[in-house]
């Protein structure tokens, strides 16, 4: 069972020492509060992390969908107890949500990950650049795939746009519904290929899992007539094998795309941006007024889009920020830290002299 789902050679010399302490393995397909869905080679099994990993793991160290991890069975019907996480060769992550600092693991060892965005309403090129970067730093490959191209009359447009952001990802644009172009995206689900499903709310990934699923695996809502958006339906991470052996997750959309630390993602995202950065006469050019300002003059002359520049700095401020506020944040913790530690050494000193007065 587990070949079926991309179980191979270098994940069975990684997990050697693992089989040597009686372990098997699993791959999560699904997590639900503290409880996670596996396929074994014994069937499929819930599972629970043990105490000793628990305590063990780092922040982002525990299983998310497509994890391989070594479980051990107990009782009847089996429950598995996790005991380990095998090295991922991919990791999508985003920053934590809100005001909280780090990180949050969305899905590990992807191969392609599909940006979902509907053509019709608002198609937002920012949020696909956002995706694109954290695509490209995540170590899946990334395709752009454009739904609900039936509900324009002329989406070629649109489509000149996306691509002109891309940064050379392929873009497919389909309709899930009708399934026109839907058979382009079998160059990227071979079997035992894991694919992922990444947007917004309302994109139409679930209806495009349910198209190439043929089967209704995830429920879907009627698009609003108020802003020609679909319902957000899915509200977790699900692994499903696909008819011709591909592995496809189900994200739920994600209101906030934070970003970590990805430098090397966003120049490889922007290149027609960076490249023009080495182009200035100026070494020290802010790309304001300066005299032989690359940047200024594509701007000036058509060939760089002025929002496309301005979506790089503000991604480079958002990156900026992020790094000080993650200083800050670990400053905290650690004052917090010796805090604490400094409280119980008071506390363990007027016990002993309380002690010794007695």
């Not at 991309?6 to 020492?17: C, E, I, M, V, Y």
């Not at 009847?76 to 693991?105: C, D, K, M, W, Y």
């Not at 599909?114 to 694109?132: H, K, M, P, S, T």
């Amino acid at each position: 069972m587990i070949i079926e789902f991309g179980w191979s050679d270098a994940l069975r010399s990684a997990f050697a020492p693992h089989a040597a302490q009686g372990h098997i393995p699993a791959r999560v397909t699904a997590q639900h509060r503290g409880l996670w869905r596996l396929a074994s080679e014994a069937g499929e099994l819930n599972g629970r992390i043990t105490g000793r990993f628990n305590a063990a793991a780092a922040p982002g160290e525990h299983p998310v969908v497509g994890d391989w991890v070594a479980i051990t069975l107990e009782g009847s019907p089996p429950e598995a107890h996790i005991h380990a996480l095998l090295p991922r060769r991919t990791v999508f992550t985003r920053r934590a949500a809100g005001n909280r600092v780090g990180a949050q693991v969305v899905a590990a060892n992807v191969d392609v990950a599909f940006l979902v965005a509907a053509l019709n309403g608002d198609l937002n090129l920012r949020r696909i650049e956002r995706y694109l970067v954290a695509t490209r730093d995540s170590g899946a490959a990334p395709v752009v795939v454009l739904t609900k191209a039936d509900l324009l009359t002329d989406p070629a447009p649109a489509i000149a746009d996306v691509v002109a952001i891309a940064g050379g990802a392929p873009v497919v644009a389909l309709s899930a519904r009708t399934g026109t172009g839907l058979h382009a995206l079998g160059a990227w689900l071979r079997p035992g290929t894991t694919a992922a499903l990444l947007g917004s709310s309302g994109a139409g990934k679930s209806t495009l899992l349910n198209a190439l699923s043929g089967r209704t695996l995830m429920e879907t809502s009627e698009i609003r007539e108020s802003d020609d958006r679909g319902r957000h339906t899915t509200t977790h991470r699900e692994l499903f094998q696909l008819p011709g052996g591909a592995l496809l997750v189900d994200t739920p959309g994600m209101r906030e795309l934070g970003l970590l630390d990805v430098d090397v993602a966003l120049d490889a995202s922007f290149e027609d941006v960076t490249a023009l950065l080495g182009a200035c006469r100026f070494s020290n050019c802010t790309h304001g007024a300066e005299p032989g300002c690359a940047i200024r003059a594509a701007i000036a002359d058509a060939t760089l889009a002025e929002d496309r520049w301005e979506a790089y700095l503000k991604l480079q401020r958002e990156l900026a920020f992020a790094a000080r506020k993650d200083d800050l944040g670990l400053e905290a913790t650690e004052r917090a830290k010796w805090k604490q530690i400094h409280k119980g050494q008071r506390a363990r000193q007027k016990h002993r002299l309380r002690n010794e007065e007695d």
